[in-house]
């Protein structure tokens, strides 16, 4: 089914974002998936993401692959930069995308089916290039284009609609990421918005891969009793380790803790949050830590769910290679192509 434009209703003066764009700058067109489908919640939690960020649609690109998942990028930012690729290629399209124009916001929205079963290993080179992109996993467990055949993220003992119980192993993208060396690795639920924003800013705002798996339950074929990624069991079974949150780049703050370890801080929006010191042995950039407390979390049954790992002095694809500091997209064709002489010069290099 073709997307179709929304219609322009007449409303109140909704708020503006620090460019003067209000949140229906950042949608998209109108949604053609069922009714209910936790991806449309995926994509409201985008839009408030980049209204909220004031990232200039026409810095941002956002990619796909195939299945439910992929049609995501048509309902949020209607004017970015756009690219649908073929089934479980976004990786590499993004790769060479990000390439080109380092200076853009890169967002690739993916399905358990499309990361983890024919676009694997594009996912994993995306990870160990470190590509600076946020890539979110819409992860409902089956194939529901295709009415609803178990993915590689289905959970041994969970029951499809109309057959039998899955008796395979399941591939956990949170696991897999830390275990590759991702650099930014997280999971949220896409019917909690309060938790999912704060993760999608941080991952805007990191210099490198960030991965975010989001338990998204089809309402058509894996939201009933026996599925383990319906919306009933991510509810009774989530695990909130931590509450995150984002706070834009402004002057610094600086305090000092006190007697009792803890201080109220008033921020820059006027608000005060109380904070308390942590645990000396609690590290979030303990990757092993991380790695533990997710497979424990796992074998007693629960979903954790937040912002498990961060590496903050990470260098990206472009520091790996030494790229050009300029984005390739906007140099001159006298830079990009100098010549016959240039190239001889290069060649001789060699010899």
Do not use: W
């Not at 918005?193 to 990191?206: T, V």
């Not at 210099?207 to 338990?215: K, P, Q, R, T």
């Amino acid at each position: 089914m073709p997307s179709i434009r929304k219609p322009l209703i007449p409303l109140a003066p909704l708020p503006l974002n620090k460019l003067g764009l209000s949140m229906r700058d950042y949608e998209g067109t109108m949604s053609t998936l069922c009714a209910g489908c936790g991806h449309d919640s995926v994509t409201a939690a985008i839009v408030r993401t980049f209204f909220e960020l004031s990232t200039p649609p026409e810095k941002i690109v956002k990619l796909s692959g195939i299945g439910c998942s992929s049609k995501t990028p048509a309902y949020f930012v209607s004017g970015a930069h756009g690219f649908n690729s073929a089934h479980g290629r976004m990786a590499p399209i993004a790769t060479g995308a990000n390439a080109a124009n380092r200076d853009a916001t890169f967002i690739g929205i993916s399905g358990d089916g499309d990361s983890l079963s024919i676009g694997m290993g594009h996912l994993v080179h995306a990870i160990r290039r470190n590509v600076r992109m946020i890539y979110v996993i819409e992860n409902n467990g089956v194939y529901g284009l295709t009415k609803g055949q178990f993915s590689a993220s289905a959970d041994i003992g969970s029951s499809a609609k109309h057959g039998a119980a899955n008796q395979t192993a399941p591939i956990d993208p949170v696991s897999l990421a830390l275990s590759l060396g991702a650099t930014f690795v997280a999971r949220s639920f896409s019917g909690d918005k309060e938790q999912l924003i704060p993760i999608l800013k941080a991952a805007a705002a990191h210099s490198g891969f960030a991965l975010i798996d989001v338990i998204s339950p089809c309402v058509q074929f894996n939201n009933h009793v026996g599925s383990t990624k319906s919306y009933r069991y991510i509810r009774e079974h989530e695990l909130k380790e931590i509450e995150p949150d984002f706070i834009d780049q402004h002057s610094e703050i600086a305090v000092a803790l006190g007697r009792d370890r803890s201080v109220r801080v008033v921020m820059h929006d006027g608000n005060a949050v109380r904070f308390r010191s942590l645990p000396q042995n609690y590290d979030p950039r303990d990757r092993e830590a991380a790695m533990h407390y997710v497979n424990q979390a796992h074998a007693r049954g629960e979903i954790p769910t937040g912002l498990f790992f961060v590496d903050e002095e990470t260098r990206d694809v472009h520091d790996i290679n030494a790229s050009a500091a300029e984005p390739l997209a906007t140099l001159g064709f006298d830079r990009l192509c100098p010549g016959s002489n240039a190239l001889a010069e290069l060649q001789d290099s060699f010899r």
